[in-house]
């Protein structure tokens, strides 16, 4: 072999070599980040078109109530049926936890494993009472979120979808705005109060998000009609046993959820889904005094309007306000 052959034939040898690692090197900068363990996802979906509509009403009584803001939202039709201060902003307490459940749904699978972060055991107050560096599935997270509305829960989920906290609450607010809902703003993802800081939403508000996310995710049907959850002990997590905090999942006939909330600064809150008799609707309260007893009033007063009148065994004393 000449020379000049042997050199070229090196020559092209090591070209190559370092086109593979050029190649390698590009590969490993744009690989998919893994979704679980701090990744984030950006989520793009069509921007929703169910919004509350106003339509003229023959009311079938006076209802009066001492909730600062209300609405009841016929399912199928959209049309308002009740409403109070409906575009009026304020602390929704953990109804916030609605966006924490779809951002979750949007970003994940249901058998995505979540890990915990030590912050998140730190929060407080409404917890599952998960421990640092557990490993459960994305669904078992969603049933401690929604059931006995873990802040836990909550932050476990902003730091599996998007690496932390700020990053979470803006992928929060980014989705708000692309399902219209133009008087919500979040500054975490459980709904806690904090000092200095500004939290709310509106009842209209919450009737499209609430919407949105029971329309196109099955999952979170069955997870927030579910009473009593159990979760066995593993390798990775100890056990858990939930009870749905939900008000009048068991004492209104119908109702299949979805999320209750309560701070000092929100009052009583209380976002509710129920069909029966042929209608479905969606209602919120918010900052109530009873927010059990003035849902149950309007439930009533939607289902009055169409002539049906809902027998009930009225509210069960013992559950939770």
């Known amino acids: 072999m000449s020379r000049s052959l042997l050199v070229f ?41 169910w919004f509350p509509k106003e339509i003229p009403i023959k009311k079938p009584y006076d209802l009066n109530l001492s909730a600062n803001s209300a609405i009841l939202v016929n399912y199928d039709t959209n049309e308002i049926i009740f409403s109070k201060n409906m575009h009026g902003r304020q602390p929704v307490a953990s109804t916030v936890k609605i966006m924490t459940a779809l951002l979750a749904l949007e970003a994940n699978k249901l058998n995505d494993l979540y890990l915990v972060p030590e912050s998140a055991t730190k929060i407080g107050e409404d917890s599952m009472l998960l421990k640092t560096a557990e490993k459960l599935t994305m669904r ?35 989705r708000a705005k692309q399902l219209g809902a133009k008087d919500t703003k979040y500054i975490n993802p459980s709904g806690l109060d904090e000092d ?59 109702v299949r959820g979805i999320k209750p909330g309560f701070t000092w600064d929100a009052g009583w809150c209380l976002v509710t889904y129920v069909e029966n008799n ?44």
């Open 9 to 49: 034939l090196v020559g092209l040898i090591l070209v190559g070599f370092g086109f593979y690692l050029y190649s390698t090197d590009q590969i490993s900068l744009v690989s998919p980040i893994p979704k679980v363990f701090g990744a984030s996802k950006q989520v793009s979906l069509p921007e929703n078109t």
């Open 140 to 174: 078992d997270i969603l049933y401690g979120l929604m059931l006995v509305s873990g802040n836990d829960a909550a932050a476990t989920i902003g730091q599996n979808v998007s690496g932390n906290q700020d990053k979470f609450v803006n992928l929060m607010n980014d």
């Open 196 to 254: 200095g800081k500004t939290q709310y939403s509106s009842a209209y508000d919450l009737a499209i998000i609430a919407h949105y996310l029971w329309e196109n995710y099955p999952a979170i049907r069955d997870i927030s009609s579910t009473y009593h959850y159990l979760i066995p002990a593993s390798s990775d997590h100890q056990d858990y046993e939930l009870y749905n905090g939900t008000n009048l999942l068991t004492t209104y006939p119908g």
């Open 278 to 321: 042929g209608k479905r609707f969606i209602g919120v309260v918010l900052g109530s005094q009873d927010r059990r007893g003035e849902m149950k009033e309007v439930l009533d007063y939607g289902y009055a309007y169409y002539g049906i009148k809902i027998s009930h065994p009225g509210l069960d004393l013992q559950a939770p306000i």
